[in-house]
């Protein structure tokens, strides 16, 4: 009798904490998703996914314009001594940059700066690290005459040079079919900026925001909480994950000393000469930033996970452990998108012929 009494209490014992198990597992999951859902919401409140084109009311996209632009992008012959595109130093193979600390322009001459990726760049508020670039088409007409990057002497060396090279005349009326003067300057900035602005690269946390919560494992969705939590989306925000404003780079102490930078940028104060403006620099877009080392405007850091560090450090005034360092890395790579098909691909540009204008 007594034993049968053991055995009934003991299932009814079991019994019990089978429920509370059940129901324990039951709360937490629901737990789990609800926070996973309220992660996801207030992700939509900071960032949004990227749209299927950069095109403004004022940079329209038109076929004719973006394949002008992209053969414009990887021809190297309008550069003063025909060595250098704006491929030489935003190559697809290495996701829109050139692995470079500080680009090499014609006669092996130094850019005072790091290359950032054009992938997604039109995104931003402006263009460069100091922002002294109102937009991409401003960006690539100036190239053209930059000392380290195509080197020539006036906009009026490179108009004889596009109307020399075959097929460029014709391509620039197509795509400026209102202008009675197409081939010049402005429109090589307008149509290098037309392309530019196809180049989105759609990656995992857009599937994510977009609603697809399987779109970022369980380390990306923490990193992604950690990014809001301590504040690096103060920065960071928006469609392109920063590329939004200017700020201070060293507001918790001076940055060279954690990048060990060998020359002190005062960033933006190059331009505007105002004493407030000393070492402030365009926040840059986070988009497939795993993909672009080295780091920051000088490339002076190598790896991203330091850069992480020093950004914790000096921008938040924060010593990040490792686990938020690897969660935060988890996320960060979940801003790697696909390159666009015409931009990991160059175009076949026509070979240069003499005969019609040349003596
Ligand atoms: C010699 C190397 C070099 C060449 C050639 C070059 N760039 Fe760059 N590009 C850079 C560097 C370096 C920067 C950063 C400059 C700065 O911020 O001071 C930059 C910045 C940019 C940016 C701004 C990105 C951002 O996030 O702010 C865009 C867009 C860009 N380049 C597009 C082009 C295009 C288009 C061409 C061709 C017309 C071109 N570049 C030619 C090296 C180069
Ligand atoms: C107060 C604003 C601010 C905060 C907060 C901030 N950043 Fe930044 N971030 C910047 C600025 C400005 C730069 C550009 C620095 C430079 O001049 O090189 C930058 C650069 C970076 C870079 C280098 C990008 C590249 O292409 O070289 C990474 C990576 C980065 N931030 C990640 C983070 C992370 C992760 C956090 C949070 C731990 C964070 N940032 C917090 C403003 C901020």
Redesign the pocket.
């Known amino acids: 009798m007594s034993s049968h009494q053991f055995t009934a209490k003991n299932v009814l014992t079991r019994w019990i904490r089978g429920i509370i198990w059940a129901t324990t597992l039951l709360a937490m999951t629901v737990q789990a998703q609800e926070a996973g859902q309220s992660l996801m919401a207030k992700g939509r409140q900071l960032f949004s996914p990227l749209p299927p084109d950069m095109a403004t009311e004022e940079f329209p996209i038109a076929p004719a314009r973006v394949a002008l632009g992209r053969k414009l992008f990887f021809d190297p012959r309008l550069s003063l001594d025909g060595t250098v595109s704006c491929a030489t130093c935003h190559r697809p193979a290495l996701y829109g940059t050139d692995a470079l600390a500080k680009s090499i322009g014609i006669e092996h001459r130094m850019n005072a700066r790091?290359a950032?990726t054009v992938l997604n760049a039109a995104l931003q508020f402006k263009a460069h690290?100091i922002g002294d670039r109102a937009n991409v088409e401003e960006q690539a007409m100036k190239s053209l005459v930059g000392h380290a990057s195509f080197g020539n002497p006036d906009f009026a060396a490179v108009v004889l040079k596009i109307n020399a090279l075959s097929g460029y005349a014709t391509d620039f009326k197509q795509a400026f079919p209102n202008d009675p003067e197409p081939v010049k300057a402005e429109n090589w900035g307008k149509a290098i900026g037309a392309y530019e602005r196809m180049l989105v690269t759609p990656s995992p946390f857009d599937s994510y925001l977009k609603g697809d919560v399987k779109a970022l494992a369980f380390q990306a969705q923490q990193g992604l909480k950690t990014?809001i939590d301590?504040?690096?989306v103060?920065?960071?925000n928006g469609v392109a994950v920063?590329g939004s404003m200017f700020?201070?780079?060293g507001?918790f102490g001076d940055?060279w000393k954690e990048t060990s930078s060998q020359l002190i940028d005062e960033?933006h104060f190059n331009e505007t000469k105002v004493p407030a403006d000393k070492y402030i620099?365009?926040?840059?877009s986070?988009r497939n930033?795993a993909m672009?080392p080295p780091?920051?405007?000088?490339g002076s850091v190598t790896t991203?996970p330091q850069?992480?560090r020093i950004?914790?450090k000096v921008?938040?005034g924060k010593e990040?452990t490792d686990q938020e360092v690897n969660d935060?890395m988890a996320f960060?790579n979940s801003l790697t998108g696909e390159l666009p098909r015409d931009f990991a691909t160059e175009p076949v540009l026509a070979p240069q012929s003499f005969s019609a204008t040349s003596p």
């Open positions: 790091n950032p690290w990014f301590i504040g690096c103060s920065c960071h920063g700020q201070k780079f507001i940055y960033g620099f365009k926040v840059p986070l930033v672009t780091y920051f405007h000088d991203l850069a992480v950004m914790g921008q938040l990040l935060l960060l």
